[in-house]
């Protein structure tokens, strides 16, 4: 804490008291010291509330894959004739999947029975 002392200078003709530290003749100049102590320093603190955010969390989400299609299904949804799903089955070199029954003529499940 800073204290500041003042002095006084009370000039000739003044009476002064020292209440008890002596007594002074009139006429004479005295100086009077006082410690003067200043009001204490307030500080006025604002303090603000915590910072508030939004977080959105989406719902989860299902994925399904659609059921994959045949070779034969999908030159059908396509399509394509039952001619160009035999050539396409013949250039694939014949495979056993697209022939079920295994009697020679693809997609029939897709096309229809064919023999």
């Given at each position: 804490?800073?204290r500041?002392?003042?002095?006084l200078?009370?000039?000739a003709g003044a009476?002064a008291?020292?209440?008890g530290?002596?007594?002074t003749?009139?006429?004479t100049p005295?100086?009077?010291?006082?410690?003067?102590?200043?009001?204490?320093?307030?500080?006025?603190a604002?303090?603000?509330?915590?910072?508030t955010?939004?977080?959105?969390?989406?719902?989860?989400?299902?994925v399904?894959?659609?059921?994959?299609?045949?070779?034969?299904?999908?030159?059908?949804?396509?399509?394509?004739?039952?001619?160009y799903?035999y050539?396409?089955?013949?250039?694939?070199?014949?495979?056993?999947s697209w022939?079920?029954?295994?009697?020679?003529?693809?997609?029939?499940q897709?096309?229809?029975n064919?023999?």
């Amino acid at each position: 804490m800073n204290r500041m002392v003042a002095a006084l200078l009370v000039s000739a003709g003044a009476v002064a008291a020292l209440g008890g530290c002596g007594t002074t003749t009139a006429g004479t100049p005295v100086t009077v010291v006082r410690e003067i102590v200043p009001p204490p320093a307030t500080t006025t603190a604002v303090v603000a509330p915590p910072a508030t955010s939004v977080v959105v969390v989406e719902p989860p989400v299902t994925v399904t894959r659609a059921p994959s299609l045949t070779s034969c299904q999908r030159l059908f949804a396509e399509g394509f004739s039952y001619t160009y799903a035999y050539n396409a089955w013949v250039n694939a070199g014949r495979p056993l999947s697209w022939d079920a029954d295994r009697d020679g003529y693809p997609c029939e499940q897709s096309y229809g029975n064919r023999n």
